[in-house]
């Protein structure tokens, strides 16, 4: 089956279903460009305040570049769960099964960034990010983990502001499940927006309508 | 049961829930110790509040809030946190030597894929004093050679080099070699064959110009210089080696599992070899900043010290940690 959503589903232990929501090319690459932006930064400051302290500042300097090369996303993934560039972009990073990245994985994955880097600008690593259903790139392959979206904490809004009335027909689940979505998503919708959608299934017109879908709704959510 | 039924019998539920998972987000030194141990059966409760609302059809709002909250409770459950330094030290005492034991074969193929053409090269550049020009360009013999002349008073610096102090040579190696560590790990995940290609060039090189110094007759010199930290650098490279090889292996012959898997594994063991080569990288460019470039030890000293870590390297690698579950 076709699949226009980037979702990856996996179960738990405890034997329920979690998606998590993956990010493709374009917001990673966003975020690299980001993240090297602000080790760069980094690097420059350090040189202009170690490389003029000569023999012991040059000697810092050398080993502050080769951290900032390879171990910046590390420390950040580990402590934090994303780099500053994948937090700007809302992304973090997670193993296969949606716990937190641990050492081995980052490292993995980071270490695995030079070929992934290969021949040019993540040439290697594009081609696989598009091939995998998951957008892995080569390190994420090995590593065993998926760049996601964080999503911030939903919370559902369930109060019907209609006065209940009974269903003229019997609805199917499905039918029974839009209508209580219908609910919660009218007061995020334009007005003339929820006429419409409401005027569907209802023979009266304008507000009324809505006030009879609604009504539907609160039916079955709460029965009265 | 109704929706709103449920919300309002359960909801009380997801708040203790949520007031917890907001104390754990905390760090640890401000939580509630005594509350924390209600995590599982809360999260355990929530679960099946989740699977129940999906079951029963209820709307997506009320859906999308249990599996966030389900997810963030999987998030704090499942996260693993140690002690750190516990965990360097048994690496160090324990899982890296075990792990490079469990791989004995690829580290031998690594070290005969590196020492093979280094001895073949050295061989050839000994007996043969042009034939380190197929090789290297002019320039770079000319360089070399300077490097380890003996009226040099700082070997093992190149002309440019030559002001640069010891601790600023040590950056130098540390950027340089354990980047060369990483890389021979990293370009293992083109099924091995850059990971066979670097290892042969490195040995083509270093072999190279071993052979070409000792044939001008430069050996005091070179031999005294590289002695102190041959011994960490050369088998970090090999060990590096091996755990590129351990990736291209999960590639082109995963074995029982599939290729996913089989890289995923590989990679695992792979990354302890790849840190335990580059605190012995580290080691090394320790030892050839500070002891190496030190001109005033007799060559006798530098050989035997030499001989120590050699030995010491080999019984680490070789006995460290036996009969310990490498974790």
């Keep these: 089956m076709l699949q226009l959503d980037t979702v990856h ?52 300097f050398l080993i502050m570049l080769f951290l900032m090369e390879w171990f910046y996303p590390v420390l950040f993934e580990v402590t934090r769960g994303t780099t500053p560039g994948k937090k700007a972009m809302g992304l973090a990073v997670v193993h296969d099964n949606g716990t937190p990245i641990g050492w081995p994985a980052s490292l993995i994955r980071n270490l695995l960034r030079v070929i992934d880097f290969f021949p040019v600008l993540y040439g290697l690593g594009l081609l696989s990010m598009l091939i995998n259903r998951q957008s892995k790139r080569l390190g994420d392959l ?63 017109r304008g507000p009324a309508a809505v006030q009879t879908v609604l009504g539907y709704a609160r039916w079955l959510g709460n029965g009265r | ?74 998030r704090l459950l499942y996260q693993r946190k140690s002690i750190w330094l516990w965990r360097m030290v048994a690496f160090v005492w324990s899982g890296f030597p075990n792990t490079l034991r469990r791989h004995s074969r690829a580290f031998w193929l690594a070290t005969a894929l590196f020492y093979g053409p280094a001895l073949a090269m050295g ?27 003996p009226a040099n008073p700082l070997p093992g610096r190149s002309e440019d080099r ?62 005294t210089f590289v002695a102190g930290h041959s011994a960490f650098e050369l088998t970090a490279i090999c060990i590096s080696g091996a755990a590129g090889l351990l990736l291209g292996k999960a590639i082109l012959a995963p074995g029982r599992r599939s290729r996913g898997e089989a890289l995923k594994w590989a990679a695992l063991e792979a990354v302890t070899l790849v840190m335990g080569a580059a605190l012995l990288l580290l080691g090394a460019a320790f030892i050839e900043a500070f002891w190496s470039s030190n001109g005033a030890v007799a060559p006798t000293v530098k050989y035997m010290v030499s001989a120590v870590l050699w030995t010491a390297l080999i019984l680490y690698l070789g006995f460290a940690g036996r009969g310990r579950d490498a974790t």
């Design chain 1, 142 to 204: 090995a590593a065993g983990t998926l760049v996601v979206y964080a999503e911030a904490a939903r919370r559902a809004d369930t109060t019907i502001d209609a006065e209940a009335r009974t269903l003229p027909v019997p609805l199917a689940v499905e039918e029974q499940r839009a209508l209580l979505d219908f609910a919660e998503r009218s007061s995020k919708l334009a007005p003339g927006r929820v006429e419409e959608l409401a005027e569907i299934i209802s023979t009266e």
């Design chain 2, 1 to 74: 049961m109704k929706q709103q039924q449920f919300i309002d019998q359960q909801r009380p539920l997801w708040d203790d829930f949520r007031r917890l998972a907001d104390e754990l987000d905390k760090p640890p030194r401000r939580r509630a110790q005594a509350e924390l141990a209600r995590l599982p059966e809360l999260y355990r409760r929530l679960c099946a509040d989740y699977a129940l609302a999906r079951h029963r059809h209820y709307s997506s709002g009320l859906v999308e809030e249990l599996h966030d909250l389900v997810q963030r409770g999987h």
């Design chain 2, 162 to 223: 030559a002001s640069a102090s010891d601790f600023a040579m040590f950056g130098y190696y540390i950027w340089n070699n354990i980047g060369i560590g990483f890389r021979t790990f990293a370009s293992g995940m083109l099924a091995g064959v850059g990971t066979v290609f670097l290892l042969l060039f490195n040995g083509v090189a270093i072999g190279g110009v071993a052979g070409h110094l000792t044939q001008l007759g430069f050996s005091a010199t070179f031999w």
């Design chain 2, 123 to 149: 061989l050839a550049c000994y007996f043969d004093g042009d034939f380190i020009y197929t090789l290297l360009d002019p320039f770079e013999v000319a360089s070399m050679e300077f490097m380890y002349d």
């Design chain 1, 9 to 60: 589903t996996f179960e738990t232990p405890e034997g329920v279903d979690l998606s998590l929501r993956v990010a493709g090319p374009l917001p990673r690459a966003l975020a690299w460009v980001l993240d090297t932006l602000i080790r760069y930064t980094v690097l420059f400051v350090l040189s202009m305040v170690l490389l003029p302290l000569a023999e012991l500042g040059v000697g810092t």
